[in-house]
């Protein structure tokens, strides 16, 4: 694995890290009458490479599963980061 690889695989797992950790925030905060994470973050964390995270954090925390725009969005990165790092480790 080159280190371009190793890099980008790094990345892939902060970023949905990060992901699935903005969606418990945001759960807890609701639940608890506070301060919210803005919707366009979340969508743009998946966006970015957090897709995997962000489904797996909407699962667990049932958040967002209900909005439209999350329902379909979300799934939709998760398919097109497959479908790149597919590409990619194929080269």
């Known amino acids: 694995m080159t280190t371009l690889n190793q ?35 979340l969508l743009l964390t998946a966006a970015l490479g957090g897709a995997v995270g962000a489904l797996v954090g909407m699962k667990v925390w049932n958040h967002k599963i209900r909005k439209l725009h999350f329902a379909i969005f979300v799934p939709l990165c998760v398919v097109v980061w497959g479908v790149l790092v597919a590409l990619v480790a194929r080269k």
């Open 7 to 41: 890099l980008c695989l790094c990345y892939l797992l902060v970023v949905n890290l990060v992901g699935f950790t903005l969606y418990g925030i945001d759960k807890w905060q609701a639940e608890h009458g506070r301060w919210r994470i803005e919707e366009r973050t």
